[in-house]
């Protein structure tokens, strides 16, 4: 009698453990690691690094940007200062060349005074007059102007009867100026008014008082 050998899909099937999964199940999901845990905590960190280092820039170019406003600032002061003296120095090489020229111009005005400025000599002189003008030398000093210490020199003194304040009555030699700096005063003659014509009011008013008393002595009308 002969076995019967087992078919194909007869074969026995290898025991399966009741615990192990079988492998129609869905796999589960792994446990997260240590290092994946800890990776968010390692963004802020890093976020937060590079919040200091932005801010840390950020003070360093505002510390910059005022040192650049500040050192500008001192070279716009610094070019200014320097235009301004360079000016003073110009003002004042041009007031001692025309310092220089000042009594030039005081012949020049007497030959003119005596009717002698004719001919070459007063081609040289109106071409000087010109030039000195151009510079900004201006002539002052008129008669009849109020006496100011400040641009007049005093060097004759005497009393006039046609004067309420003390007068210029004669230039002797007229004054120069460049702009407001007077490089020479104008020297004057002054005549102040007489001692005794500003007290002339006060002895009219005596007077009528006196007459007020003759008349109540003459037994003349009396106010009612």
Same mark, same amino acid.
């Given at each position: 009698m002969t076995e019967e050998t087992p078919g194909f899909d007869e074969q026995q099937q290898p025991d399966v453990p009741s615990g192990a999964p079988s492998e129609d199940a869905e796999p589960q999901a792994a446990?997260? *690691?240590?290092? @994946?845990?800890?990776?968010?905590?390692g963004d802020t960190?890093?976020? &937060?690094? +590079?919040?200091?280092?932005?801010?840390q820039a950020r003070t360093a170019l505002n510390e910059r940007t005022a040192d650049l406003q500040r050192l500008q600032a001192e070279f716009q002061n610094y070019r200014r200062r320097v @235009?301004?003296?360079?000016?003073?120095?110009?003002?004042?090489?041009?007031?001692?060349?025309?310092? @220089?020229? +000042?009594?030039?111009?005081?012949?020049?005005?007497? &030959?003119?005074?005596?009717?002698?400025?004719? $001919? $070459?000599? /007063? *081609?040289?002189?109106? *071409?000087?007059?010109?030039?000195?003008? /151009?510079?900004? +030398?201006?002539?002052? $000093?008129?008669? $009849?102007?109020?006496?100011d210490p400040t641009i007049h020199e005093a060097l004759m003194h005497s009393y006039a009867p046609d004067v309420t304040e003390t007068t210029c009555v004669a230039i002797l030699q007229p004054g120069y100026r460049i702009g407001e700096r007077t490089i020479r005063p104008a020297r004057v003659a002054v005549a102040e008014p007489q001692p005794g014509a500003q007290t002339a009011p006060p002895a009219e008013e005596g007077s009528e008082a006196q007459a007020d008393g003759e008349n109540k002595e003459s037994g003349g009308p009396e106010e009612g």
């Open positions: 446990a997260p *690691s240590p290092e @994946e845990e800890a990776a968010p905590a960190e890093q976020n &937060a690094a +590079l919040v200091a280092q932005l801010d @235009e301004r003296d360079r000016a003073a120095v110009k003002e004042t090489a041009v007031a001692n060349l025309l310092t @220089e020229l +000042l009594p030039v111009l005081d012949d020049v005005g007497r &030959a003119r005074e005596h009717g002698e400025l004719v $001919g $070459g000599f /007063k *081609s040289v002189a109106e *071409s000087l007059e010109t030039t000195v003008a /151009k510079l900004g +030398l201006q002539q002052f $000093g008129k008669e $009849g102007e109020p006496f």
